[in-house]
């Protein structure tokens, strides 16, 4: 089991895990709360040890320099990187995609490019392509399966003489649904292709090797695995093969000059505990635990539904703690407004605002019916089989109702 923390250490691990207005949290795939142990070994930081990084000239500088490469090696090791110089910061998974992307092509000059990736992508990548198509850069957009996985025979004959760079995400920030990671690593070095991975969704829930799945450049978010928010990461090969970018953001050379701007110490440090107790945590059967809360409320939702639920998303390729079911003729939106004492979402977090139906719910066959009646749960490390029961109790009694 998990190490688990007492509830005077932790508030957020009591036996409700309710706020004091009383709502049950089940939407960590849009975010998740700071772990207390990573806000304390950021706080630190704001205070006694609050040097920048780069001023090398004094102590204050140095302890900062210090926590910055420690945190660099936590990261790392969560992802296996060969080396923590292969990490570098960024304020999110979203400007770590763009870095990758952009960075890719941009150093690429006049060349012709051509790019692989997926519909059901995360806007952080679909909105870049869209935006290099305009610039001339070709861009292969591979449909999925009903359950959310691309083909690989398909990504194998998208790749050309022109194409330089894969796009695919490790999972669904919807669905969950995990791609066949060490296949499209074996496609991208056998065509001799770098792959870029989207892994703000699995980095920390699910174990990834760059090394091993044969990732060149690898995106993580903090606040995506109790880390605090404002936070990221980028992972770029510096050897076999070797990772060149054009930075986008440039100025002081920070961060191998990829990255220029005053380093976030806290938020690095803050990343990094985040890696270090994820680690720990999936040795100590986390994701087992997770996954056995997402099955227990998801049985619950299917005892007592009047309405048909389908599942959206792999049965066993999934994030542990993701669960995304279609309510037939039932409005995903009435119900979470009705359901005020559980946080939940019907799609990203990025886009719950929007009119159109999810774009990932369309690519896997769902029509707008199903796909406007879906809700998406994220189970995490907080909660507990007792409000699996309550929230399950509830989206039943609602959508009875309903």
Known sequence: MPVQLAAA?????????????????????????VDPRV????????SERFGNAASKTHSYGLVAAEALETARAQVARLVGAPSPQEVVFTSGATEANNLAIKGVIEFQGTRPCHVVTCVTEHRAVLDCCRSLEKKGVRFTYLPVDAYGRIDPDQLRDAIG??????????????????QPLATIGQIAKEKEV????????????????VDDLGIDLLSISA???????????????????RVRMAPQLEGGGQERGLRSGTVNVPGAVGLGKACEICATEMAAGEAERVRAMRDRLYHGLLAGMVTEVTLNGHVEHRLPGCLNVSLHDLDGAALIIALRDI?????????????EPS????????????????????????NTECEMDLAARRVVAEANRL
């Open 9 to 33: 250490e932790n508030p957020l691990a009591s036996e409700s895990h309710q706020t004091s207005a009383g709502t049950i949290y089940l939407d960590n795939l849009a975010t998740s709360a």
């Open 39 to 46: 806000l304390e070994a950021m706080l630190p930081f704001f």
């Open 161 to 178: 003489e022109q194409t330089i760079l894969i796009s695919i995400m490790a999972a669904n920030n919807e669905i969950g649904t995990v």
């Open 194 to 209: 770098l792959w870029h991975c989207d892994a703000a969704q699995a980095a920390g829930k699910i174990p990834l090797d």
């Open 223 to 241: 606040h995506k695995m109790y880390g605090p928010k404002g936070q990221g990461a980028l992972f770029a090969r510096r050897k076999h093969p």
């Open 343 to 355: 946080a939940l979402s019907s799609g990203a977090a990025c886009t719950s605002g929007a009119s």
């Open 359 to 382: 774009h990932v719910l369309r690519a896997i066959g769902r029509d707008d019916t199903l796909a406007f009646g879906s809700l998406r749960f994220g189970v995490g490390r907080f």
